[in-house]
């Protein structure tokens, strides 16, 4: 399953984008009614530079816009959900991880 990461510097991460981000998935999820496995989760990369915004397979359709916005790269899924902060959105979404 394909997931979408967006790369923050540590800069906009600071300034709040990552707020942004999740106020546009909120208001997505919401008008939406909640789609069963739409969420977001972040993470500090391996050198902590980047806060990485992980957006589950099921957000894509209905969050393409922002993550268009924010040039998301796919990827494949995350790191185990341990080391993953949850966002927003449907909290068993990240469920199809592996660990």
Known sequence: MIWHCI????????SGEVDIIRGSF??????RN??????LFGVWSDDGRNYLV???PATER??????DAYSATQED???SRQQLEYLCGDEDGGN???G
């Open 7 to 14: 790369r923050l510097t540590r800069q906009e991460y600071e």
């Open 26 to 31: 909120r208001a997505a999820y919401i008008s």
């Open 34 to 39: 909640g789609p069963q496995g739409m969420a």
């Open 54 to 56: 992980y957006a589950t």
């Open 62 to 67: 209905h969050f393409r816009p922002i993550l």
């Open 77 to 79: 899924p995350p790191r």
């Open 96 to 98: 199809v991880l592996v």
